[in-house]
């Protein structure tokens, strides 16, 4: 047995205005489950707690909740002392029981035919990995579009998925999931990350239901542009001013001895729209013995189109971008952008590894900058995050430069094809990432990912940097320092 501290937000809505957190102390056996430690709460200290569950097995999604902020099955997740158990973001029956009716409510239903046939092997195998939702709606709780828009939400897009896919189903899907905000998706990945059957709704359901969409002439007008411009540049930005590539040179040396030597893949928004950030990792790459081979010959790597389901030229930029890094010998590539690693990590099959430049610099080690007096916020880009499961390694070299006060990792609305698409969805989480800056008293935000440096930049009057200008910032100031010392 052990004894463990945990907190438990309250609320019984027709009596309390706001939640209360109550504290409880409960023996459990060890291995508990937060399950268990609500039923010795209820068993021995307050029967009034309110809380759900069925099977206890993981496998009916009843028992959701959250634990440190985190959504959960309780009857999964190991109890840990000094943790705080709340309901999903939903609205609130009592306690931690949510309502979870009008969103089930709004999945869709199979529409058999008269003379409906079973499916074959290869539709069940594709059907697949869509049919083990449990309906807990943790993917729902944590959607940032259902926030700020009518986006009917990720499982009700799987769902619709799912059904496109059944021979038995007569229901026109397609337009269904258009109807029902099929492309107000940003690509943040929250749903996946938090479904306990690891459901890559994003990848699995709306960008395969986009692409059907796009095979029927339902695609955004703004998405076909982007798509057209990609065929005629080979790039997702319209060039207005001297690229990346062209201020410099192929093979970069380092300053001094070569710890490693990477590809650089630029992608299109640090080489046409964000020079400078680029231009700044190079000399922090130089500075700490990175040597930089820049193929010229690379170019867009097709996450826009990939996500806005345009997939007929998908595959010659796949090949086009393989064989700039292959043919060159190059056996690590490094992307700044995260939507670009993400796609290269996920989208691809390389004979090459794929390495975010905050992975790189952290796996080789960086020096010492001199720190800043400056305290910043860092934004969690989704694709870095989510996509790429990098977290520590910016906050590693951040905390090196600066003093950093967290923030919730939450989208800034940027991805997915939502800021040309659906610019007024982009604005409203743009406007509420900017509120979330506001509230951490930072001077500063940093962020590493080129879209959401661009979009967090409207919607704060903070300056918003990129980790490798942080770094380079506080390297000046070494030199500074080290130069008034030998004056």
Known sequence: ??????????????????????????????????????????????????????????????????????PVLACMEEAQDGITIAPLNLPVRQ????????????????????????????EIDAIKPLRDCIECLA???VCPAMDVTKFLGPTAMRQEMRL????????????????????????????????????KIPGKAIEKLRALANQRGFTLPRHREVEALIKETGRSVVRSVPSFMEQVGTTIEPYGPVKATVGFFVGCMYNLRQQQSALDAIEVLRRNGIRVIIPRDQICCGSPLIRTGQLDYVDTLKKRN???????????????CAGCGSTLKHDYVTPFEVLDINQLLTKYGIEAPARLPVKATYHDPCHLMRGQDVK????????????????????????????????????????????KIRKTGADIVITSCPFCEFHIASHTDKPVKNIMTVLLEGYREKDRLAGKKNE
């Open 392 to 435: 520590e390694e910016p906050r590693q070299l951040i905390r090196q430069v600066v003093d950093l006060v967290e923030m919730p990792a939450i989208c800034c609305g940027s991805g997915g094809g939502v800021k040309a698409g659906v610019p007024e969805e982009a604005a409203a989480l743009g406007k509420r990432r900017g509120e």
């Open 164 to 199: 496109a896919l059944d021979p038995r189903d007569t229901g026109d899907r397609v337009p269904d999931a258009i109807r029902d905000g099929l492309f107000n998706c940003t690509s943040c990945q929250a749903c996946y990350k938090v479904c306990p059957k690891k459901i």
């Open 1 to 70: 047995m052990k004894e463990l501290h945990v907190k438990v937000q309250r609320c019984d809505p027709k009596k309390d205005k706001v939640p209360r957190v109550e504290s409880y102390t409960v023996s459990v056996n060890d291995g508990a489950r937060v399950l268990h430690v609500l039923h010795a709460i209820h068993d021995t200290i307050d029967a009034t707690l309110g809380y759900r569950y069925c099977c206890g097995s993981g496998q009916c999604g009843s028992c959701a909740v959250r634990v440190n902020g985190e």
């Open 322 to 336: 393989i064989d700039a890094f292959r043919t060159r010998g190059i056996d690590t590539v490094m992307t700044m």
């Open 95 to 122: 306690d931690l029981v949510v309502d979870l009716l009008p969103k089930i409510e709004q999945i869709a239903s199979l529409k058999p035919g008269a003379d409906c046939k079973l499916p074959t092997k290869e």
């Open 139 to 141: 993917c729902v709780s």
